[in-house]
């Protein structure tokens, strides 16, 4: 069973799980007005194996992530706390599992698996790694966990999700995007279709995102909505099945325009039968399986038959319906003709340049190329350099071969020397394999640019329950969707590149017009506040964040002002400075930590001239912080956009930076962006308060149907804090008791 261990003397191990830790360790950084993490466990002895309520054992890892989030800059370990490791290590055993190291302040440095925990880990401390970055993050190691699993699956599985939930700094990422759309075929075909007219018993085409329900059928992943969106279109004009909702299709007296146009049957209104609509379905169907060629020779014995038996007319419209099929067959020209029955394959290709990777990945399914999607991941540099250092390592697993570690360090220009540029990008390929398909699903057949570790391809069979085989060196019309999509790849990463390279010279530009003196351009930190109300009501202020050259929405803030003057964007501002500043700057020395979210921005802006800068010039003299951090967006003459001027809190002159100046296209990019969000927050608020839908909820006793049936009777909130409780009684569910309840809490 799979077990995990915090670092300790081997001595004291206990057998059991001890109590849960309290107190211990330093804070980690978190928002204003953010609550405290909860509490890690501190060991997790005695999990279960996935595959075997393997869930928990994942499910209790993934726990630390609460108090373990990365942090930017590791802190060294004292002498104490390296030989609590070294004994630790010393005490491994030889078996399969999953490693994870910490620094002295509890950030998570680094996670990766092992198939003998005892040689892998030791390989770290026994070799000399100089000054590389691999040595570096040795100096840090403060403790270390592992966890023992049963088979490489397993570690596979637990590795790529501590790497998602815990950011270690030492990996390289690829971030969490959205979940991939679906087409989704409604209902399911009973036997006695043809007897039954409801809606339900006519399937509609949908696109969908979100978790799967079996009552309905779902073909994809596609690699974006635009791809199911032009899937349905298609499916609309050659097999005419419906769009619309059941409460629609419940309610039509007369077709609608797509019938009018030919992109729908009209079963609404029974111009077509449940049998004749089933066929059609299935034939869709058939389509999204790649059933093409059946399917033509199904619809052309068909449309024969009926010709034989003088029914011209359907034989004419089975003969369109087999034009606009070979339209669309072909405009799909990477059509799979090898004969192969793996119809659905993802395609993969990763190009590395520059310090950026970027894996392509292309969707086929049933044959046909539904478009790709590309992924950026973070912690590249320009190579894999714990990958290349666990290849030549005398402790690495006997039997492994190199890019079997697939948690890999980026970054160590030393390793990055040793490896070519192909290498690295196997390793960042396997990094996204692994990384990616934990929770998307796997196709049969994955065609990669870069041949990769044969052990990885098997646990993913393994995870996947089905026998998932790759393919490095292709043919036909594989090489012709592997050549697309290392196309894309290059040409994905050349744009990354040219938009960064374009933000990084407005960053530049904005340090040398302010005077900045930044150590690290990529570390300025800029923060951008904005309030929005509506004539004083619903007052919201947002803070924005911009941080290593791009905007940050994870650590964008909301605050609701409460206790001002309705429309006093002073007291507002006042208000917003004090509860995001005050608890950095009662920080160690009056300042923060110099990296990460938890710490002071280099610069501060305010949408506003010299009243708003005032203002903020007055708090951050009250929490005793540098008031040249602080700069005011004023607008220009005629509020036009490019003579915006900045306003300085400590007495300098204003600037005008010029309509072409490429500092002023980053301030009016922070500033716009925080009044967007500004603007979004406090609409979505207004339109709560308007409908009552904050204090008619907090009413015990009031749910949402009730809430409907009492401001539909009275027009609003407003109508229902004027109405008596004889008024409340005459809604349907309202006792007197609640009536009265209702009175009480909106007087």
Request: net charge negative.
């Amino acid at each position: 069973m799979p077990r995990s261990t915090r670092s300790r003397p081997a001595s004291s191990r206990p057998a059991s799980p001890p109590a849960r830790r309290t107190g211990e360790g330093p804070d980690t950084a978190e928002p204003v007005d953010a609550a405290d993490p909860a509490d890690a466990p501190d060991a997790i002895d005695g999990l279960d194996a996935p595959g075997a309520d393997g869930d928990d054992a994942v499910d209790a890892a993934l726990a630390l992530a609460a108090s373990d989030a990365a942090a930017p800059e590791p802190v060294a370990p004292d002498t104490a706390s390296r030989e609590r490791v070294l004994a630790d290590v010393a005490a491994l055993p030889s078996l399969p599992g999953v490693y994870r190291y910490f620094d002295a302040a509890g950030q998570v440095l680094y996670v990766g698996k092992a198939r003998d925990l005892k040689k892998r880990v030791s390989s770290y401390f026994q070799k000399n790694h100089g000054g590389t970055r691999i040595g570096h993050m040795v100096t840090k190691i403060a403790r270390l966990e592992t966890t023992v699993v049963r088979s490489e699956a397993e570690a596979l599985l637990l590795e790529n999700n501590l790497i998602k939930s815990l950011n270690p700094r030492y990996n390289i990422l690829f971030r969490d995007d959205k979940s991939y759309p679906y087409l989704k075929l409604t209902g399911a075909l009973s036997a006695d279709a043809v007897a039954e007219t409801g809606a339900g018993h006519f399937p509609r085409l949908a696109y969908y995102r979100g978790s799967v329900d079996r009552r309905h059928r779902y073909f994809g992943p596609y690699p974006s909505a635009w791809a199911v969106k032009d899937t349905i279109q298609l499916l609309q004009k050659v097999f005419l099945l419906r769009t619309c909702e059941d409460t629609v299709f419940a309610n039509r007296t007369r077709p609608c325009l797509l019938y009018q146009i030919k992109r729908c049957s009209a079963p609404c209104v029974g111009h077509i039968g449940p049998a004749e609509y089933a066929r059609d379905v299935r034939q869709a169907e058939r389509f999204l399986l790649g059933e093409q060629q059946a399917l033509i020779d199904g619809l052309t014995q068909e449309m024969m038959a009926h010709a034989e038996a003088l029914e011209f007319e359907r034989a004419a419209e089975l003969r369109n319906r087999l034009g606009a099929l070979s339209r669309v067959l072909h405009q799909q020209a990477v059509e799979d003709n090898t004969g192969h029955p793996t119809r659905d394959a993802d395609v993969l290709a990763v190009r590395v340049q520059g310090g950026r990777a970027c894996v392509n990945l292309a969707m086929v399914r049933g044959g046909r190329h539904l478009g790709d999607r590309p992924h950026f991941p973070s912690h590249v540099d320009d190579g894999a350099a714990l990958a290349a250092d666990a290849a030549q390592e005398p402790g690495t697993e006997t039997g492994t071969e190199p890019g079997t570690e697939t948690g890999e360090l980026a970054g160590d220009a030393e390793a990055a020397a040793v490896l070519d540029t192909a290498e690295v990008e196997r390793r960042v390929l396997e990094a996204f394999i692994a990384q990616h398909y934990l929770e998307a699903p796997v196709p049969p057949l994955l065609v990669l640019s870069h041949a990769v570790d044969k052990g990885l391809i098997e646990a993913l069979s393994v995870q996947a329950g089905v026998r998932v085989s790759a393919q490095h060196q292709p043919r036909e019309a594989r090489r012709a969707w592997l050549d697309m999509c290392i196309r894309g790849a290059e040409l994905r990463l050349a744009q990354l590149l040219a938009e960064e390279g374009s933000q990084q010279a407005r960053t530049r530009a904005l340090v040398d017009a302010l005077g900045l003196a930044p150590p690290v351009l990529e570390d300025v930190r800029i923060e951008c506040f904005d309030i929005s109300h509506t004539a004083g009501e619903a007052t919201q202020a947002s803070c924005v964040v911009f941080e290593e050259h791009r905007m940050q929405p994870a650590q964008y803030r909301r605050y609701n002002i409460e206790g001002v003057t309705g429309g006093d964007d002073y007291a507002a501002m006042r208000q917003v400075l004090l509860r995001r500043y005050g608890r950095l700057a009662a920080s160690a020395d009056g300042e923060a930590e110099r990296s990460g979210p938890g710490r002071l921005p280099d610069l501060v802006l305010v949408d506003g001239g010299k009243g708003q800068v005032a203002m903020a010039r007055e708090v951050f003299e009250q929490l005793g912080l540098d008031i040249a951090r602080i700069v005011g967006v004023e607008k220009g003459e005629g509020r036009k956009v490019g003579l915006e001027e900045l306003v300085f809190a400590d007495g300098r002159p204003k600037v005008g930076l010029g309509r072409d100046s490429a500092a002023l296209m980053l301030v009016a990019q922070i500033r716009d962006e925080a009044h967007r969000f500004a603007i979004t927050g406090m609409r979505a608020r207004r339109a709560s308060v308007r409908t009552g839908g904050s204090a008619l909820e907090d009413i015990p006793g009031v749910g949402p149907k009730k809430r409907a049936r009492l401001l539909q009777r009275f027009g609003g909130v407003r109508g229902v804090g004027r109405a008596s409780v004889e008024d409340l009684l005459s809604v349907e569910g309202i006792s007197r008791q609640l009536a009265e309840e209702i009175y009480r809490a909106l007087h």
